[in-house]
């Protein structure tokens, strides 16, 4: 089984950043892709970022794209999102998720079989 754990939610003013965390528990996940999504307050979960396991390829959503940067650390069996220029429309729950299929990117979120329970971020204008 693989446990998710994330972290580094909070409350930011428009145009300040953060960086999320998810550490990865119960298997290796260095081999697999990792992904954020998000999902908004009465909205549905939306896809924000994925990185291969070696982390040489990264994919975005454009409502990100340029803002927010997706990395990870094999050793630590680690995933980051860094979130810079952060805006209003940002505020969400933010969960990472993995996958163990070889396709890549997937940005459908019920083809994710392990979730994390989320982290909270909250953008003030």
């Known amino acids: 089984q693989v446990q998710l754990a994330e972290s580094g939610g909070g409350l930011v003013q428009a145009g300040g950043s953060l960086r999320l965390s998810c550490a990865a528990s119960g298997r290796t996940l260095s081999p697999y892709a990792m992904a954020w999504f998000r999902q908004a307050p009465g909205k549905e979960r939306d896809f924000v970022a994925t990185i291969r396991g070696s982390g040489s390829n990264t994919y975005y959503a454009d409502s990100v794209k340029g803002r927010f940067t997706i990395s990870r650390d094999n050793a630590k069996n680690t995933v980051y999102l860094q979130l810079n220029s952060l805006k209003p429309e940002d505020t969400a729950v933010y969960y990472c998720?993995?996958?163990?299929?070889?396709?890549?990117?997937?940005?459908?979120?019920?083809?994710?079989?392990?979730w994390g329970q989320g982290t909270l971020v909250t953008v003030s204008s």
């Open positions: 998720a993995t996958r163990f299929g070889g396709a890549w990117p997937v940005i459908e979120g019920n083809q994710y079989a392990y």
